[in-house]
């Protein structure tokens, strides 16, 4: 039964242990600092605390992990990456299953940001042009508006070539897309003027049957792809200056997550940029920590040697150790249930003292000796534990030599203990 019991500690505190901390430190405010504050939830449920905020330096990516860091298997976790630059780059979650965006924003933008051929409009200029002049002026007015906007669409696009965009990027991003949505109204306006001319008798054999027809052809192409480019750029670079929110929802107690992001540029290329881990604990306040401990249960133990007689060889024991009390190292698996103001969050470090109930090993022989007791954790940090040691002695019985002994004796006891650990979880 104790020896089920230790399996259970040891792997429940190796889970734990070998889980890499987050990027920043527990309460670190590092996005909030460098994209600016979110209004509200920032796209996610009232009250949802336990979310991951990727953010962009100009140089690099930074993790701000959540206010409090302890994730249940009740805690629905959500990843948020605020300012990804979606005019260039894709952007994937790469979980338990991976989650790819679509390039097919990225495909229109691309298509229609290239500047329109200007070819049939110089052929036309040389052909004859009679009467329409007002459907001619209409058309090139819709043209060059149109111009205008794939402009104002490749200036704001042009600057961001990083997967990330800085707070200063964001603010010029916002002002360009600003302008864009300006050029869009004045090209929206440009074209209702072409059409209500197209839809009197004369503007309608001008645009369809007349010299300048293919004047008005041309305004409505270059009007259309203006349109998807602006429809796609607008689009992603709203969500360029939102939050990309992925949710991850509870996972069973013991899990250890590892959330990968990937970029993936125009020409296909994939770059991870940022990993994030944590493990899935106990609704139940549990601690790992380890250190120094003492037990009162004698240090003994024996070596098999061989002794020769008259005829034969005999079988004997060998003592080592001097008997004194045992020390070493141990490991503690804890369980929290009391703090000064009646906090039981494993992460509250600025409670001075914390009351446990540890249940611990010696590392060097997990589950020979059981330490079972009552521990202080003081702020958040160094353990006091004291209480019972479980284990066996060996003791050698028909001493041969004052250390040699032929028969051995193995029996359980029970003694004091007192450790001193720090907190490794």
């Given at each position: 039964?104790?020896?089920?019991?230790?399996?259970?500690?040891?792997?429940?505190?190796?889970?734990?242990?070998a889980?890499?901390?987050?990027?920043?430190?527990?309460?670190?405010?590092?996005?909030?600092?460098?994209?600016?504050?979110?209004?509200?939830?920032?796209?996610?449920?009232?009250?949802?605390?336990?979310?991951?905020?990727?953010?962009?330096?100009?140089?690099?990516?930074?993790?701000?992990?959540?206010?409090n860091?302890?994730?249940?298997?009740?805690?629905?976790?959500?990843?948020?990456v605020?300012?990804?630059?979606?005019?260039?780059?894709?952007?994937?979650?790469?979980?338990?299953?991976?989650?790819?965006?679509?390039?097919?924003?990225?495909?229109?933008?691309?298509?229609?940001?290239?500047?329109?051929?200007?070819?049939?409009?110089?052929?036309?200029?040389?052909?004859?042009?009679?009467?329409?002049?007002?459907?001619?002026?209409?058309?090139?007015?819709?043209?060059?508006?149109?111009?205008?906007?794939?402009?104002?669409?490749?200036?704001?696009?042009?600057?961001?070539?990083?997967?990330?965009?800085?707070?200063?990027?964001v603010?010029?991003?916002?002002?360009?897309?600003?302008?864009?949505?300006?050029?869009?109204?004045?090209?929206?306006?440009?074209?209702?003027?072409?059409?209500?001319?197209?839809?009197?008798?004369?503007?309608?054999?001008?645009?369809f049957?007349?010299?300048?027809?293919?004047?008005?052809?041309?305004?409505?192409?270059?009007?259309?792809?203006?349109?998807?480019?602006a429809?796609?750029?607008?689009?992603?670079?709203?969500?360029?200056?939102?939050?990309?929110?992925k949710?991850?929802?509870?996972?069973?107690?013991?899990?250890?997550?590892?959330?990968t992001?990937?970029?993936?540029?125009?020409?296909?290329?994939?770059?991870?940029?940022?990993?994030?881990?944590?493990?899935?604990?106990?609704?139940?306040?549990?601690?790992?920590?380890?250190?120094?401990?003492?037990?009162?249960?004698?240090?003994?133990?024996?070596?098999?040697?061989?002794?020769?007689?008259?005829?034969?060889?005999e079988?004997?024991?060998?003592?080592?150790?001097?008997?004194?009390?045992?020390?070493?190292?141990?490991?503690?698996?804890?369980?929290?249930f009391?703090?000064?103001?009646?906090?039981?969050?494993?992460?509250?470090?600025?409670?001075?003292?914390?009351?446990?109930?540890?249940?611990?090993?010696?590392?060097?022989?997990?589950?020979?000796?059981?330490?079972?007791?009552?521990?202080?954790?003081?702020?958040?940090?160094?353990?006091?534990?004291?209480?019972?040691?479980?284990?066996?002695?060996?003791?050698?019985?028909?001493?041969?030599?004052?250390?040699?002994?032929?028969?051995?004796?193995?029996?359980?006891?029970?003694?004091?203990?007192?450790?001193?650990?720090?907190?490794?979880?």
């Amino acid at each position: 039964m104790r020896r089920w019991i230790m399996g259970c500690v040891l792997g429940g505190a190796v889970a734990l242990v070998a889980a890499p901390a987050s990027a920043q430190t527990p309460g670190s405010t590092i996005c909030n600092q460098l994209a600016g504050p979110l209004k509200g939830v920032g796209g996610l449920p009232p009250r949802t605390r336990s979310v991951f905020d990727v953010c962009y330096d100009g140089e690099t990516w930074r993790v701000q992990p959540p206010p409090n860091p302890r994730l249940t298997s009740k805690d629905p976790v959500w990843v948020r990456v605020r300012h990804f630059n979606f005019l260039r780059y894709t952007l994937a979650f790469e979980v338990e299953e991976e989650r790819s965006e679509s390039y097919g924003f990225l495909a229109k933008l691309w298509s229609g940001i290239l500047n329109p051929s200007v070819a049939e409009i110089l052929v036309g200029l040389g052909q004859e042009a009679v009467k329409p002049l007002n459907m001619i002026a209409l058309a090139a007015d819709v043209y060059r508006t149109s111009q205008e906007t794939q402009r104002r669409i490749t200036a704001a696009v042009e600057p961001h070539r990083k997967p990330g965009l800085s707070l200063a990027e964001v603010t010029r991003l916002t002002t360009a897309t600003a302008g864009v949505r300006a050029a869009v109204q004045a090209m929206q306006e440009a074209y209702r003027k072409l059409q209500a001319e197209a839809e009197t008798p004369e503007g309608f054999r001008s645009a369809f049957a007349g010299s300048s027809a293919k004047y008005y052809q041309v305004a409505v192409e270059h009007y259309g792809a203006a349109t998807s480019a602006a429809d796609a750029f607008l689009a992603l670079a709203d969500r360029s200056l939102g939050d990309e929110v992925k949710k991850l929802g509870t996972k069973d107690a013991g899990t250890r997550v590892t959330v990968t992001l990937v970029s993936t540029d125009p020409n296909g290329v994939k770059e991870e940029f940022e990993t994030i881990h944590y493990v899935s604990q106990s609704s139940s306040p549990l601690v790992v920590h380890g250190g120094l401990t003492f037990a009162g249960i004698k240090d003994i133990s024996f070596d098999k040697v061989k002794r020769v007689a008259q005829v034969s060889e005999e079988d004997l024991f060998q003592q080592r150790g001097s008997g004194d009390n045992a020390s070493g190292f141990a490991l503690f698996l804890s369980w929290q249930f009391w703090a000064i103001g009646g906090s039981s969050d494993q992460e509250a470090k600025q409670q001075p003292v914390t009351l446990l109930a540890s249940l611990g090993t010696d590392v060097r022989e997990p589950g020979k000796t059981l330490f079972a007791g009552p521990s202080a954790m003081l702020f958040g940090r160094a353990v006091v534990t004291a209480g019972a040691a479980l284990g066996r002695e060996t003791t050698g019985d028909e001493p041969v030599e004052p250390t040699i002994f032929r028969v051995l004796t193995d029996r359980g006891t029970t003694s004091w203990f007192l450790s001193l650990t720090f907190r490794l979880y």
